[in-house]
Nanobody, 125 residues
Framework: QVQLIESGGGLVQAGGSLRLSCAAS????????MDWFHQAPAKEREFVAA????????YYSNSVKGRGTISRDNAKNTVYLQINTLLPEDTAVYYC??????????????????WGKGTLVTVSS
């Protein structure tokens, strides 16, 4: 069983930057691909970014492409999401998720095996 704990959320002004972290325990971190999702109030959980088990492949939603960077440190069992030029519409709870990496990145919340409890990001205008 994998446990995921997100951190790094908070209140940020529009135009600022934020780096979220997700620490994993209880499994072999390097065997899992990792995704970030976000969920705004009254909206569905949406894909933000994905990274393969080695970190060699990444994929981004259109909403963060060019502003976001997903990375991981397998020695620290941690995945990161850096978002620059934050917008008010980035306001949401951000979740990390894990699934066994068989060679194909996944982007649907239905395909994730493990979830963290989320960290709230609020972007003020």
């Amino acid at each position: 069983q994998v446990q995921l704990i997100e951190s790094g959320g908070g209140l940020v002004q529009a135009g600022g930057s934020l780096r979220l972290s997700c620490a994993a325990s209880g499994g072999t971190f390097s065997s899992y691909a990792m995704d970030w999702f976000h969920q705004a109030p009254a909206k569905e959980r949406e894909f933000v970014a994905a990274i393969s088990r080695s970190g060699g492949r990444t994929y981004y939603s259109n909403s963060v492409k060019g502003r976001g960077t997903i990375s991981r440190d397998n020695a620290k069992n941690t995945v990161y999401l850096q978002i620059n030029t934050l917008l008010p519409e980035d306001t949401a709870v951000y979740y990390c998720a894990a699934y066994t990496d068989w060679g194909t990145l996944k982007f649907s919340h239905r395909d994730m095996d493990y979830w963290g409890k989320g960290t709230l990001v609020t972007v003020s205008s």
